[in-house]
């Protein structure tokens, strides 16, 4: 897993290098996060992974994502 994680990170980018030019940051933003989710939903679909369990463990993971992605690459 960290070498997937890392080459999903490393090439977003790359990616952002040549998709900038033709839309503002934020709605670049946003269809990477949608075609993200939609690639993450068919990984988790295979993996039959483990939903988190309780609001407890769903307010966690979102305030975390939120710190990490939007607050950060928003900045960027």
Known sequence: MPA???LI???GFIVAKFGLPYAPPLTFLAV???LSIVC???WIAA???VWPQGR???L???VTGILMHAGYLGGV
């Open 4 to 6: 997937v994680f890392v």
């Open 9 to 11: 990170w490393s090439t």
């Open 32 to 34: 990477r996060f949608f």
């Open 40 to 42: 993450f939903m068919v």
């Open 47 to 49: 993996a039959r992974a």
């Open 56 to 58: 407890a463990q769903w």
């Open 60 to 62: 966690h993971l979102s």
